[in-house]
């Protein structure tokens, strides 16, 4: 490798951590957001090296190319979750494990902010919008791309694109707006971990909201519930039921995206499940339980 392509690749791989915390915003899992980044650089790659070279802004190309590839993934994700057995839910990742930090401690405001955008509760919301809803959302408030950008990525105009990005931002103040504050949502998390190891079932009953709904996501691989959970005696008795079925597993608090939440352990303490909870007025409103092996990756 002569000097100049040792100076390329070192540009260029230089934002690949920028862009897998981008394509997993964007994706919900991290195996689908590395496939993304990885199609990126081959495509980078496979210019001829003169367009290669006139590229005066190889941040913002692999950027477009990178959220291009992510929106084509998205138009085509309903027909494969047609196919997904049992319930989907975005993957959970422990914090750091994106590596979304610049170097050194980030600043706590921002902290706050790049955890919320990869919590369970905000990326189900996410996964709700249009394709180009979503990627006008995270291209512009969590990214910061200006709206001429994202129209090039979307295909439309960039009034077009600022409409969407409002649609979007409006169901995001609905999620955040019924949310608890960190306190109380951990408050409540660790009275709900209390009660679940203690097989309580009138204690972890009346921790949950008469709205509340469990989702667990098994992807086919292991025992999961097809179809959601609803209302607090059935959702509280299928979680003793979990852990009835396996005493020798225990319930351990962990730090998550969306504040503090728990993990199942096996005897061997490998992760069973990760669980996360959303909590609004003091009382757990949803529960999301992922036990797909292969969205646990980071947790092992």
Not at 192 to 218: E, I, N
């Amino acid at each position: 490798m002569d000097d100049v392509d040792a100076d390329d690749f070192d540009t260029v791989m230089a934002e690949r951590r920028r862009l897998l915390a981008l394509a997993y915003r964007l994706l919900g899992t991290v195996a689908e957001a590395e496939d993304a980044v990885q199609e990126t650089y081959l495509r980078w790659y496979r210019l001829p090296e003169d367009e290669r070279a006139a590229i005066t802004n190889p941040q913002g190309w692999l950027t477009r190319v990178a959220s291009r590839v992510c929106l084509d993934v998205l138009r085509s994700a309903r027909a494969r979750r047609e196919l997904y057995v049992g319930e989907w839910l975005p993957e959970p990742v422990p914090p750091g494990l994106l590596g979304d930090e610049p170097d050194g401690v980030p600043d706590p405001a921002d902290r706050v902010t790049l955890d919320d955008t990869v919590s369970t509760a905000l990326l189900v919301v996410l996964d709700a919008m249009t394709p180009a809803e979503r990627v006008a959302f995270v291209l512009h408030d969590v990214f910061a791309l200006p709206f001429p950008e994202i129209a090039e990525v979307v295909g439309r105009s960039p009034a077009a694109v600022r409409q969407l990005a409002t649609s979007a931002r409006r169901r995001v103040a609905e999620h955040r707006g019924a949310t608890a504050r960190p306190a109380e949502h951990d408050a409540v998390v660790r009275a709900f971990v209390a009660a679940s190891a203690g097989g309580d079932l009138g204690a972890l009953t009346a921790l949950l909201d008469p709205s509340v709904t469990l989702r667990s996501d098994g992807g086919g691989v292991v025992r999961a519930a097809r179809k959601p959970v609803l209302g607090p005696r059935n959702v509280a008795r299928f979680l003793l039921g979990v852990l009835a079925k396996a005493p020798t597993w225990r319930v351990a608090e962990r730090t998550t995206a969306d504040g503090l939440g728990f993990v199942i352990l096996e005897p061997d303490d490998r992760v069973h499940a990760v669980v996360n909870l959303r909590v609004a007025a003091g009382r757990v409103t949803d529960v999301w339980m992922m036990v797909n092996p292969g969205k646990l990756t980071g947790w092992r």
